[in-house]
Structure formats: C-alpha cells, structure tokens
C-alpha cells in the first residue's frame, strides 16, 4: 500500500505517472477486497469504479468543483482519494459510513442513499452556479441501474433544456444495479456498448481521407457534418443527442488515459455532456466476478481468498417470504410478483426459477411498479410488490391515488421495515406506519415471528378490493411467540395475574419478545400487564378499545416513527371509543438516525425492555400518587 498511505487528497494524484495511476487501482483493489471482507459492505459495485474515480479526482478539483454519487455505495474509493483510509469501523458507530457523509469529508456533497436522485441534484447546481455566476464544475455519476428510475429522466429532460450550462454526467455502465440491468434503456446501452464507435470511426475516416488530395478534406468535413444520421448508423447514441446532449463514448472505464481524456474534452464543452463508461462490477475478484447474482453487491463479513461468509445467521425474514411466495405460487395462478431491481435481496430468486412469466423487474421505478401494479389487479390478477420499506416512501402517491382509490387488491411486501441500522439515515424502514395511515381501506400487517409472516401473506393475498401491506424487519427471525388467547382479531401473547390490570401492552410486529420482558420486569415491581399483538394494526382491531377500558394505562411499542405511527392511530381509536385511559406510544422519534448496529440504534432512542419499563413504572407510580392524594384530601362544605 505504498502509494495508497501517501494519498492524504485528490491533488496528490496529480503527482503520480500513468504507471504509478495503474499500481495505485491495484493496491486499490487490495485494500477494499482486505477491509470489506472484514466488517461487510458494498464491494462489487466499488471494485469496478477504482480507474474512474482516481481519472474524476485527476480532471476535476473537489471541493471546488461538485463530484456527486448517485444512491452512494460506489463511494468507498472516494472516500480513500479524499483521505479517509480507516475502513475498520465501517459502517459501524463512531466509523465511515457506506455513504457520502457531509460530516465526514467536505468532498461529500449528497447523502441521499436512494437512487436516481443525483441528475435533479445537478441540474439545481448548475442552475445555481449560473444565477451566482460561478466556474466550478459539477459532475453527476450515474449507474447505468440507476436511469431506469423516471426521476432520472425528469431531470434529464430539464438538464437537456440548456444547451450552454455546463454539466458532466457520467453513466456508469456495467450492465447492473443489483442484478443485471433489464428494460429498453438497458438494451439501448447494450448496443452502444457494443457498436463501433462514431469518434473511433472518425479517427480513421480522418487519417484516410487527410492523406487523399484534393478532396480528402472537405469530404471529412462533411461527414463530420453529417453527424446525426451517421452517428445513428455507426453508434446509434441519438437517444441522447436528440435530448440535446452531447454523447462521449463508450470508454473502457479500466483506462485511466482515456477516461482522462474524455473527461477532460466534456469539461471544456461549456454545456451539457454524457461520459458512457464502461465498467466491470466485482472487478479484480474472483469471486464477486463469479457471483452471477449481483457480483457481490453487498457482502457481510467474509474469507478474502475465498469470498465466502465467515459465519451464516439463523432463519431470516427475507427467506420466509421467499418461501411462502413460492408457495402461493404454486397454488394460484393469479399470483405474480414484482421487483424494483432487487430480484434477490427481497426474496424472490425461487419465485423467479419456478415462474419466469408471473415476475416483473420494473427498474429501479417504484412509482411505475406501483401503478403497474393497478393495472395487473385491474387486470385480473393479484400483484405482490415487494419493496425495502424506505423505497416505498417514493410510490406514496401511487399507492393512494392508484392502488387505493381504484380499490386494487395489491400487496405491499416491506422488507427491511424498522431500525435497520447500518446502511445509516436513509435506509431505516421507520415512515412506513405513519405515511400509509391516511390511505383509506388500505390495511396493514406486522408479523412477529416467521409463522406470522406466512399466515398473514395468505391473508393479505386474499383480499381483492384494496391494498394490503406486510412489513418485516431485517436480519434473522427469532422463534415463534405463541399466542395463549384472542380478542377480536388480536393475539394475547401474556395474560395478566390481577383481576384488574394495570398496563395494556400493544406489542408491534418482530418487538413481541421485547414487550414479553418489559411485562416481566413490571411484574417484578408488581405491576400487572396484558400483552397482545394486534396483527393487522390498520385498522385498529374493534375489540383494542373495550380491552384498553379494562386497564389503567396503555402502552402501545411499534418499530416506527412515534409520529402518526400505531401509537398516535390507537390513541385516536380510543378517543373516538370515548375510552379515556392514559396512552404512552413507544417509538422512533422524528430524527435522522446516524449508522450503527440495529441494537446500538435502539439504545440509544431509549427502545429497549428495561428503558420502557422504568418509564411505565414511574407513569403507573404517578397513577398511584394522584389517587393516594385524592384519597386523604380533606371533605369541603
């Protein structure tokens, strides 16, 4: 790593030989294969963007000019360029983050870890940098995944509009965003990965024609002029240029020389410009290169010579639903089942084996997947769109408006609901309850354990008027939490010692274990509690206020936004009841969560069994403070 150590900025490229460039993108290499294996993260998409990062922080000058990233997990060379080479703690508390961080490096300008964004990002740079009158550059870098998301091409289509702001976007291209890239885009950038390139063709046209006499040269002018139609013979790029933007490409993204080169030429263009590079995912590793699923997209910890996982969890959530889908499969033929680019990572790779005609990769376009999923209904089937729960957040409209108001029956599949933890702010799955209360009919499901997952899937997929949702969280799923009795559609899961209970414990979804033992430890201060798990927790279940009058307080503990989560729905069902009993609602609070380990997480928000306990024993203290005080009061006249 002898080069790598004398890198503290980007500048101190500018001192390095092409052959120095060359050993630097293997020891690179080395270091990220090294580090990553030991504490996870995104590999594979990193591996193959070393040359193109060290030639982006050769031509442009961060900070002054902008280097945005879209979604981010192509960033870990950045970081390295940008001097921060202590990978130990990452993405763990107190260490790097998987993404841009604006703490961490004023290189970081975006932090958005959801994708698609960064053109509409640029397009408001360069707007700003115009009305300011300012000469820095701003460069978007875009996965060839990532423009199969409209917001790309909204931004695009307003980018595109001004031909003299200046603009570098550079297309990533390496055939995936998890999984191989699919759709037309991605056949439109086959072919001109493909394809004989135009400048290529040019060049020898060139050098031909230059040394013909006399009419060598005005007979290169004009087919210079004739740009359009013989670039669209030769390299047929004109879906770019009919936008109004200037095409440079493809480049062998491995070449630090050529990609030097053509950054350097859309640097001085003076408007708009796309730099098609293309790339290998997992480059330089074996075994991401021979992982045909997503070349190592994301990994936990692993073996780095052999690139398997050093030790294997239990059960997940993922896998239950994968299973149970496959299921469902089988035994109806109107099931069908849509992806956003994430064929794998939500479970539906077994699906996908078994009925290759009933699964839809829409791109990653969660807002297309959701409409398209009211078309399916519409059409006679039943749609089940599985989604990580902080990408539903972008198909909010859609499931109102679409889904809901044309009363479809869609589920809704939310992996990765709750404190994720690791992957930082914007991948904890904690909106979810809140934005999708104000949706009419729609109803939702919070499993606890993997034999809910499966029971409530079914019911889910059996309801045909309107959109239901399933949300599970992340990582491996504990054992079953029997039920010892019912009330209404809920599951009591602890049943109370007194004749008149204190507390009301409404457990949420995979918190049912925690719930158990905060009613332990209240029961060992001598306070009786209920603890039931409502399953459906939209609507609140008929039969919540009755129960909740039978006891003294009511603690509702969900793995969401305390705001307009469960906790604020039960306490208005309990109003409307007229049920007038003290309501605490345990949750996450409305704040950007910093990256650490799911349990780090919870501690710190207070969302544990014992922080909860000693909050519900104070608050019943104080129930048995007023009525001591009201009890000695002196009679008046």
């Not at 003299?164 to 759709?183: F, H, K, M, W």
């Not at 491996?476 to 899961?493: E, Q, S």
């Not at 009993?581 to 969560?593: A, E, K, W």
């Amino acid at each position: 790593m002898d080069l790598l150590t004398r890198i503290k900025g980007p500048r101190d490229l500018d001192r390095l030989s092409l052959g120095e460039l060359e050993q630097l993108a293997e020891e690179i290499r080395t270091f990220l294969v090294d580090a990553v294996a030991k504490t996870g993260g995104h590999l594979g998409p990193n591996l193959g963007v070393v040359e193109l990062t060290i030639a982006l922080h050769r031509v442009f000058e961060s900070p002054r000019d902008k280097v945005l990233w879209d979604t981010g997990h192509q960033s870990y060379v950045h970081k390295l360029l940008t001097g921060r080479q202590d990978f130990s703690r990452l993405k763990s508390k107190g260490g790097l983050s998987g993404y841009p961080s604006r703490a961490e490096s004023e290189h970081d300008v975006i932090e958005n870890s959801h994708a698609s964004a960064v053109l509409g990002w640029a397009d408001g740079l360069a707007k700003a940098n115009e009305v300011l009158a300012k000469d820095d550059h701003v460069v978007a870098v875009i996965g060839d995944g990532a423009l199969t998301g409209g917001m790309a091409w909204e931004a695009l289509n307003n980018i595109a509009a001004a031909k003299d702001r200046p603009l570098v976007i550079v297309v990533n291209d390496n055939e995936r965003s998890y999984a191989p890239t699919i759709g037309g885009l991605a056949n439109h950038l086959a072919t001109l990965r493909t394809t004989d390139g135009y400048e290529r063709f040019l060049a020898r046209g060139k050098d031909l024609l230059e040394r013909t006499p006399v009419v060598g040269r005005p007979l290169y002018e004009t087919l210079h002029g004739a740009k359009k139609g013989l670039k669209d013979f030769i390299a047929p790029q004109g879906m770019f240029e009919d936008l109004g933007l200037k095409y440079v490409g493809p480049i062998d993204g491995h070449d630090i020389e050529a990609l030097e080169s053509a950054l350097q030429r859309a640097k001085r263009f003076g408007g708009p410009v796309i730099v098609h590079c293309l790339t290998e995912k997992g480059r330089g590793y074996t075994p991401a290169l021979q992982d045909e699923a997503d070349r190592f997209h994301a990994v936990g910890k692993i073996h780095p010579d052999t690139g398997l996982p050093i030790s294997t969890s239990g059960l997940d959530w993922t896998s239950v639903f994968g299973e149970e889908m496959l299921k469902l499969g089988h035994e109806r033929e109107d099931i069908v089942a849509i992806t956003a680019a994430m064929l794998q990572p939500v479970g539906l790779g077994k699906f996908e084996e078994a009925f290759p005609d009933r699964i839809y990769d829409v791109g990653i376009a969660e807002q297309h997947g959701a409409v398209s999923a009211a078309g399916l209904a519409t059409g006679g089937l039943h749609p089940v769109f599985a989604v990580y729960a902080t990408f539903l957040n972008r198909a909010f409209d859609q499931v109102l408006m679409d889904v809901a108001l044309h009363k479809c029956g869609v589920t809704f599949v939310l992996d990765r609901a709750g404190v994720t933890g690791t992957d930082g702010a914007s991948h904890n799955g904690m909106w979810d309850m809140s934005i999708l209360q104000c949706v009419p009919t729609l109803r939702i499901a919070a499993p606890r354990d993997a034999d809910q997952v499966r029971a409530q899937l079914r019911e889910a997929v059996d309801v045909d008027d309107a959109p239901t949702v399933v949300r599970f969280s992340k990582g491996a799923v504990g054992p079953a939490v029997k039920a010892v009795g019912t009330v209404g559609g809920m599951d009591v899961l602890r049943e109370p010692q007194a004749s008149r209970p204190d507390v009301l414990l409404v457990s949420v979804g995979a918190l049912a274990p925690m719930c158990l033992e905060i009613a332990d430890l209240l029961d060992a201060q001598g306070i009786s509690s209920t603890v039931v798990d409502p399953r459906w927790v939209k609507p609140v279940d008929e039969a919540l206020a009755p129960l909740a009058g039978q006891h003294r307080v009511v603690v509702t503990v969900e793995d969401n936004s305390r705001a307009g989560g469960v906790g604020s729905a039960i306490a208005q069902a309990l109003r409307d009841a007229g049920v007038d009993v003290p309501l605490r609602d345990f949750g996450i609070p409305p704040v950007f969560l910093d990256h650490a380990s799911r349990g780090e997480v919870m501690a710190e928000i207070g969302l544990t069994a014992p922080d909860i306990a000693r909050q519900v024993t104070g608050l019943v203290a104080k129930l048995d403070g007023r009525f001591e005080s009201r009890a000695v009061e002196p009679a008046r006249d």
